[in-house]
């Protein structure tokens, strides 16, 4: 057959492409025709899986397989749908740890751990004629990165590879290092969009009552116009309890201009004039984005008609018809459904795989005209927009702001324009008070994207190279890693940034010294008195304080103590914030008091109210002298209030005792203190990755080594796994050893289903939330002893892990153990999810995390009624909405 002929054949089975094949997949496909293999690099939404879908028309035509490996397993849904539709089910299979559907198809789409486990397990994949490895660039992934570089360092040499990427910086480093690992390889890249990108700002203008939409660029360069508007406004800076709180603006000043952050509903309706709709607006928080849907629709703002309510109504019966009734009234189903109707909709990981769906078809639909989302959209689901909102820059970490990177940045108005329906796709960046123009448009401006290698050698990967290489060859492997191909490079780049970092280190403790006094004094009894107010709270949880706080209403009188002022206030207003919920409270003397939850040394009791003045204005002397005198003449009772008290009857050092309090920069200099202190954390930091890469690899792998025969998983002088150490080998896991260890210890052995899945899902469930977790709970004495234990031997390994110098795992979790038990055990999913204040998609997510782990016990589990035990636990926790969070579609 001629090579034009073969090619005609692959087009035919592509001939369903909407657009003729661009210059870099005509480059692709002739590097896939030479028998090279491809890394293809190039904007969302330009068909980088078109150049796959060729490679597996070629198989095809030759008579072998096709694998499509991507990063997650929705992705891995879609793939699956959009391979049928072009092959016919019958040729297409699907593989995940919730699904096995025709594994033995010519073409089979798999998440990237599953290959993983198939190399190990020694599967013959002799038929196997190309591997697709879908977000390539998920390799730098803290955890799940080392899958992808295991992949391609093992796949058999006759096996082509095709990594699809988003636009990087280093292609070309990643292609030459694929080449070393598995020969010729070309690197094919497009940098132009296959729609432009037309990048604006939007402001807020106080003064003028109205909305600006400006240009970001004007003849190649920054517009003036937006940053002289920009420049006029008055920032103050951001303080630390601000957390992501975009209610707070630029404050007026002599000579300033009023700006602000655009209102939600404010850009949607311009947008709408505009004709920038449908629009994906970017919330980096999943409260927010649900707020942001809701206010929209009881503004009122209706965005579809008649035909169109239709037919989002057919895609909600279709996709949610078979959840049960009360699931769907703890999952807000009418509020849900009322915002579709008005073509708004949230999507974030909060909520359950079945309305996320939803959300999706009715959007790709062209139904709903605006999504709030978190950044999770912008990974992998195909959903483009006309225009692009980002509401900020920066991104609250839990301690403090950072900036989005070019690379989140790209991948996040990847999504701004529809091939064939749009000529230009619209990013939209609101204004900020904590970013400045010239800052956004650099972002918006800058390409750099660069793809970091975070491979390291885990348990799993060291027994199964044990298990399936000899040491020889397996310290070679690792040395092919990516990680290892850049290390020698990478040194010059960290210490360049190394040396940037210690001048703006030495620009920050310049600005924090202060004429007053000790910066530093101020701060460490600043953070004496705050851990101070913590101890004194008597056992109060954050939660039960910020539900207390919450249930004061304005006009509720309660008793404080916090500095000067001491006794009764009246609450005026209810701030929630991220960091609790903030009191704002008139004195009897006429003062505004500011009350957070470190101000009580107990849970506040309301003590009286009163009755408000109308026309709200604490800020207003006439105000502020209504409700005190009003609060001078409530009836007051008493409360069981702790009012702080120093029995020694010397009131301790407080910060604002020191002559630094006056300074009138405090605040500023607190931050650069602050700043100057994360400095020196990211310049530890730096100098240890120095220090890494001068030590190889193959050192880290020696001591894991050491550890496993150790702990009697290998006998490494005879290069050999113990029995133990096969166990380990075949189980996949974040904290793979202390599964390993659990199984070994007993710690399941004659349990129940329920029983056993509250003890697994410790190893499975991290607790990220702020707030402290509830007190765990166990169905029985001998449930929380085995617990006890399993922290124990976590404990011991972490002991030798820090010992040795390894990277401690995470330490067990029992946080999710009675939801785990409650659902195995036949609970209902509206019970479970309202009492424990769960959301949806956390626990569905959760729960088939568990369930994978509690599949490969029942494989591993040398004790046969541990095995029956985790398959019943697995039957039990596969129902309802988490039966239907693994369906293909």
Known sequence: MSSSTARADRYELISGLAFAPDRFQLDAFDALDAGRNVVVAAPTGSGKTVVAEYGIAADRVDGR?????????????????????????????????????????PIVVMTTEVLRNMIYAGRTLDDLGTVVVDEVHFLQDTFRGPVWEEVIIHLPQHVRLIALSATVSNVDELAEWIGTVRGPTDAVIERKRPVALD????????????????????????????????????????????????????????????????????????LDDKKLLPSIFFIFSRNQCDEAAKSCVDAGIMLTDDHERTAIAAIIDERLSGLDPDDLDVLGYDRFVRQLDAGIAAHHAGMVPAMKEVVEACFIAGLVKVVFATETLAVGINMPARSVVIEKLTKFTGDHHEQLTPGQYTQLTGRAGRRGLDEVGDAVVLWSPWTRFDEAAQLASSASYHLRSVFR????????????????????????????????????RIEARLERKRETLREKRAEAESPYGDIEEYRRLRDTASAERRRRRNGVSEGQMRGAMAKLKPGTIIRVSKGDVKGAVVVVATAHRKSGVRLTAITKGEEIVLIDGEDFTDVPQPVGS???????????????????????????????????????????????????????????RLDAAARAERLEAEIDKLQ????????????????????????????????????????????????????????RDGLLDDLGPADLAAVVSCVVYEHRSPDDPPAPWFSSKDVRSRWIRLAAISEEIRSAERRLGLSEHRAPDPTFAAIAHAWVAGEGFAEIVDE???????????????????????????????????????????????????APG
């Not at 240890?688 to 001068?694: A, H």
Request: net charge neutral.
């Open 65 to 105: 397989r096709s694998f499509y490996t991507a990063p997650i397993k929705a992705l891995s849904n879609q793939k699956y749908r959009d391979l049928v539709e072009i092959h016919g089910d019958h040729a297409v299979g699907l593989l995940t740890g919730d699904n096995s559907i025709n594994g033995d198809a």
């Open 199 to 270: 990048n604006k700002y939007l402001v807020a203008d106080r003064d003028e009552n109205k909305l600006h939409l400006l240009e970001m660029f004007i003849g190649g360069g920054l517009n003036r116009d937006a940053l002289k508007l920009d420049e006029s406004a008055i920032r103050r800076r951001p303080r630390k309890d601000d957390k992501g709180d975009n209610r707070r603006q630029g404050r007026q000043a002599s000579g300033g201009r009023r700006l602000a952050t655009p209102g939600r509903i404010d850009t949607v309706e311009l």
């Open 457 to 492: 050698p885990t348990y799993n990967m060291a027994a199964n190279l044990i298990r399936t290489h000899s040491a020889d060859e397996a310290h070679r492997l690792l040395n092919l890693s990516f990680a290892q191909f850049q290390a020698d490079r990478d040194v010059v």
């Open 610 to 668: 009163i009755k408000l003045p109308p026309n709200f204005g604490p800020q207003r002397k006439g105000y502020r002298r209504d409700v005190a005198k009003r609060l001078r003449t409530a009836k007051i009772g008493s409360d069981r209030q702790v009012i702080r008290s120093n029995p020694s009857g010397r009131r301790p050092l407080h910060p604002d005792d020191l002559d630094v309090a006056r300074d009138p920069d405090i605040r500023a």
């Open 688 to 743: 240890e990755r120095v220090s890494d890469k001068n030590q190889s690899l193959g050192d880290e792998f020696d001591r894991v080594l050491t550890l496993l025969d150790e702990w009697g998983y290998a006998d490494v002088a005879e290069w050999q796994l113990t029995e133990h150490g096969e166990v380990l080998a075949s189980v996949f896991n974040e904290t793979d050893l202390l599964v390993a260890e659990m199984l």
């Open 836 to 886: 424990e204040e769960l959301t949806g998609g956390d626990f569905v997510r959760t729960m088939k995390m568990l369930i994978d782990l509690l599949r490969q016990v029942a494989k591993v589990a040398s004790s046969p009624s541990v095995r029956s035990a985790a398959s019943r636990a697995v039957d039990e926790a596969v129902r309802g909405v988490v039966a239907d969070g693994s």
